[in-house]
């Protein structure tokens, strides 16, 4: 299973970008997929999730009511819609995907098997 990030680039504060993580590979039917980043000397932490299902989305309290993770099955696709982008949201975003249910927390980096490389989001004010 490969995942593939897209979507980054430059914008200015309170701007959008919509982010897509595609994946490919063998039948892809994770548990969950979820949308990590990380900012230059820190480290990688949560934003967002979403059961393959799409009946459950979890949301980092730094993002929520911004960003909305959505699912399109039939493409293998995941996107992360960012709205009122603020210059503390650069990052590199990266996407995962949880093969099946375990016991991590849904926010822990660990709790996920697939990971795809990183698309650069850079909120200039």
């Known amino acids: 299973v490969q995942l593939q990030a897209s979507g980054g680039g430059l914008v200015q504060a309170e701007g959008s970008l919509r982010l897509g993580c595609a994946a490919s590979?063998?039948?892809?039917?994770?548990?969950?997929t979820g949308w990590f980043r990380q900012a230059p000397g820190k480290e990688r932490e949560f934003v967002a999730a979403?059961?393959?299902?799409?009946?459950?989305?979890y949301y980092a309290d730094s993002v929520k009511g911004r960003f909305t993770i959505s699912i399109n099955n039939a493409r293998n696709t995941v996107y992360l819609q960012m709205n009122s982008l603020k210059p503390e949201d650069t990052a590199n975003y990266y996407c995962?995907?949880?093969?099946?249910?375990?016991?991590?927390?849904?926010?822990?980096?660990?709790?996920?098997?697939?990971w795809g490389q990183g698309t650069l989001v850079t909120v200039s004010s």
């Open positions: 590979g063998r039948t892809f039917s994770p548990y969950r």
């Open positions: 995962a995907a949880q093969g099946s249910l375990n016991w991590f927390s849904v926010t822990a980096l660990s709790g996920y098997d697939y």
């Open positions: 979403i059961t393959w299902s799409g009946g459950r989305t």
